[in-house]
């Protein structure tokens, strides 16, 4: 069974910290993929990145990068110089090949930048 | 393009009746799926449709049932509502499967 699990249930920083949010995953299948999904107060999921078990280099884009690392069953997201309108639930969460369908989602983490 | 639309938006209902949940998803993704999350359980998947078939079933009961149409566009149904189905429930569409997936806005159903 695969299962998503994000510890940090709520962080707070202050404008301008650099934050990271942290993700561990559990499959047997050695073909999967992992997303990140935040959802503002609105309530709509908004898609951040996909990545595949197969390719473990790390991504930047703008403010936000992400960590993969097998080794450890990892996936982290670090937002730098956080905003206030970074604030939202962030969803980790993991597919399996063939069931692409299906995401397992983490339980999410909210976080809170102040200004 | 436009997103993944969902209708209605908002939904009362009662104890013991039924309810169909719309969703189109974003033109050309042949993927919809539908999840529902509730403070308590968080986002669970409930069941993907890929040309018109389902192609994955999440771990919910009977009364919880959809299709999807030739415009891959797709329906949930609840039957026989319990106070416990009061929850958002979102659909995402995708084009290919194991895709991201984008989702609507969802439904907000309240059962009294």
């Known amino acids: 069974a695969q299962k998503v699990t994000q510890a940090q249930t709520e962080i707070s920083v202050v404008e301008k910290e650099d934050v990271t949010l942290d993700c561990v995953y559990e499959t047997r299948d050695t073909t999967y993929y992992l997303f990140w999904y935040k959802q503002p107060p609105s309530g709509e999921l908004v898609f951040l990145i996909r990545r595949n078990s197969f390719d473990e280099q790390n991504e930047i884009s703008g403010r936000y990068s992400w960590n993969f690392q097998k080794s450890t069953s990892s996936f982290n997201f670090t937002i730098t110089a956080s905003q206030v309108v970074d604030s939202a639930v962030y969803f980790c969460?993991?597919?399996?090949?063939?069931?692409?369908?299906?995401?397992?989602f983490g339980q999410g983490t909210e976080l809170s930048v102040k200004p | 393009k436009a997103g993944v639309t969902q209708t209605p938006r908002y939904l009362i209902k009662t104890r013991g009746q039924q309810v169909t949940l719309s969703c189109s998803p974003i033109s050309g993704h042949r993927s919809v799926s539908w999840y529902q999350q509730t403070p308590g359980q968080g986002l669970q998947f409930l069941f993907e449709?890929?040309?018109?078939?389902?192609?994955n079933k999440g771990n919910f009961p009977g009364r919880f049932s959809g299709r999807q149409f030739s415009n891959s566009r797709s329906e949930m149904n609840v039957s026989t509502l319990e106070l416990g189905d009061s929850a958002l429930y979102l659909c995402a569409s995708s084009p290919l499967r194991d895709y991201e997936q984008y989702f609507g806005p969802g439904t907000r159903l309240t059962v009294t």
């Open positions: 969460a993991l597919s399996v090949y063939n069931q692409g369908g299906k995401l397992i």
């Open positions: 449709y890929f040309s018109e078939t389902q192609r």
